[in-house]
């Protein structure tokens, strides 16, 4: 939930009522940053003689190299085959990180937290990107790869935690609460607002639990810079409600003293922002396409210079960034079916040059089955295909743009489209492109553009739009950034997740401000816990 008001204060000597100080603030809920799992299983394997096993679930996560680290471990159930753990598993959660997890079940049969003499009743190993994209999620429990641990299920639901931030601007105005101790804690301070008697302060937000624990009727203090204090309660959500600013001392010194000023709230409203998590378990799907540069400027592909040359081990620098980004979005798709396209090259059988053309030579059907499906259309395609030119990325990204909008038609947050470019940076129809991505910004659309070779990619960082608005060539500019660009060779010697974890990260905040700017709530609202 979110509270919404407009505030401003007065000095009482010079308050005009007929004045109109447009100053609002906002408390608003933050991005998720923690997921807590709820674990039951059914049929489990029984070892134990004379009674029923005495299950536990231990949470482990990937840190590479087939090393595992405990993040947690549920309760102990006594005798039971069927048992639904009470304690949640609590984790952190990166959209752009590949988050590989097990679930191990284990019978406990004494009370060392060492696992290593109790019985293994089975496990699990999924990535907790598929466990965020389903509601439920169950699958059998395997004692080692391929072989089943008898007829055992493991199940696993979800819930979100909200992450509580503030602002830690310049103190001028402060907002306390109360704790459980009597005690006041800040938890939140707006900027200086100079040489003015009737100030008005920005917009700012804070979540509404950490402005007073969800509780309307908590007292909040506030304090304004070195002048007094007001008490009182969470303004109800109507307009209009004043408090006076008291000064202890002046209040004890002066007889008919009334206040050193007033603060109004001008509005209140309780109004709910929905994150990334609520649109993607309310059942959001993230389409995800690639567009891959098959031009001139590459080099020839059999030769050891080219970025399309595939290494002894197979892979390239198109590859590696396909495996990269596909392997964290292809868990947001239910069906694992992805567009691959290919651009600037003569394309069989009559070798016409092509800025828009599927990989796998289907374009009634250019979908791959998962990210392998598209790694084997690519290798396939390149010896067919002759490099060429110009660069063009406009019609790969008017072509998603098309699917995005017909999509739009359905007026619900349901779809969501992801496009990776690959490219060696020599875009040749720049102007067409930006007046490409103004108008997909106004789509349920993200695109990540990732340069590979030594090229100047200043063409790049200027769709990127970070130094400055992107605009079209008329001038019109994008509805919200939805360009991503990062150059590979700035991750040589980065782990391997590095690349991903750059192109991704805004994407969620993308994804979220698209269906906010529309008033879009998530198909299915799921359930919050604060």
Same mark, same amino acid.
């Given at each position: ?59 482990? #996560? ?309 990210? #392998? ?127 991903? #974890? ?29």
């Amino acid at each position: 939930s979110t509270l919404e008001s407009n505030v401003f204060q007065e000095s009482s000597s010079q308050f005009n009522p007929t004045d109109k100080l447009p100053c609002i603030f906002q408390m608003a809920t933050q991005c998720v940053s923690k997921v807590e799992l709820s674990i039951s299983c059914n049929n489990l394997l029984d070892k134990d003689v004379g009674s029923k096993s005495d299950p536990l679930c231990v949470l482990l #996560q990937s840190i590479g190299d087939d090393k595992w680290v405990e993040l947690d471990r549920t309760e102990n159930v006594k005798n039971s085959q069927d048992p639904e753990f009470s304690k949640k598993l609590l984790l952190d959660y990166y959209f752009e990180k590949v988050q590989k997890l097990k679930l191990c079940v284990y019978d406990i049969d004494n009370k060392s937290v060492d696992l290593k003499d109790d019985d293994y009743l089975g496990g699990l190993e999924i990535t907790l990107g598929q466990i965020v994209s389903s509601k439920k999620i169950t699958r059998p429990l395997q004692l080692k790869q391929s072989k089943p641990a008898g007829k055992g299920t493991i199940t696993c639901s979800w819930l979100f935690l909200l992450q509580d931030l503030f602002g830690k601007s310049d103190p001028f105005l402060e907002f306390f609460k109360q704790g459980d101790d009597g005690k006041w804690q800040l938890v939140h301070r707006t900027e200086v607002v100079k040489n003015n008697l009737s100030p008005s302060w920005k917009k700012f937000t804070v979540a509404l639990q950490t402005f007073c624990n969800s509780d309307m009727s908590k007292p909040i203090k506030v304090r304004i810079a070195e002048r007094p204090h007001i008490y009182g309660q969470v303004p109800e959500c109507r307009d209009h409600v004043e408090f006076n600013c008291i000064h202890p001392e002046k209040q004890k010194k002066k007889k008919g003293y009334k206040n050193s000023g007033v603060i109004i709230f001008k509005g209140c409203q309780i109004q709910t922002q929905y994150t990334f998590l609520d649109y993607v378990m309310g059942g959001c799907q993230i389409n995800f396409t690639v567009g891959i540069d098959f031009t001139g400027s590459n080099g020839d592909p059999r030769s050891p210079q080219s970025l399309h040359y595939m290494s002894p081990d197979g892979l390239n620098q198109y590859l590696l960034a396909i495996w990269s980004v596909g392997q964290v979005v292809q868990d947001y798709d239910t069906d694992k079916l992805f567009p691959a396209f290919g651009f600037g090259a003569q394309v069989p059988p009559h070798f016409k040059v092509s800025h828009e053309f599927a990989l796998n030579f289907n374009p009634s059907n250019p979908y791959c089955t998962g990210i #392998q499906g598209i790694v084997e259309a690519y290798r396939t395609a390149l010896p067919q295909v002759k490099l060429y030119g110009p660069t063009n990325f406009s019609p790969i990204i008017n072509h998603v743009a098309g699917i995005a909008s017909v999509s739009t038609q359905q007026n619900n947050a349901s779809q969501y489209f992801v496009l990776l470019i690959i490219t060696d940076g020599e875009i040749t129809d720049l102007d067409e492109t930006r007046d490409a991505i103004v108008k997909a910004s106004r789509l349920p659309m993200s695109i990540i553009i990732i340069g590979v070779g030594e090229a100047d990619f200043k063409a790049m960082e200027l769709l990127d739009g970070d130094d400055g608005v992107l605009k079209s060539l008329t001038g019109e500019p994008v509805a919200r950034d939805i360009v991503q660009f990062v150059p590979l060779r700035q991750f040589t010697n980065a782990p391997r997740e590095a690349l991903a #974890q750059s192109v991704l990260a805004e994407v969620p905040n993308q994804l979220v401000s698209y269906f906010r700017m529309l008033k879009l709530d998530p198909v299915n609202v799921p359930a919050l816990k604060v």
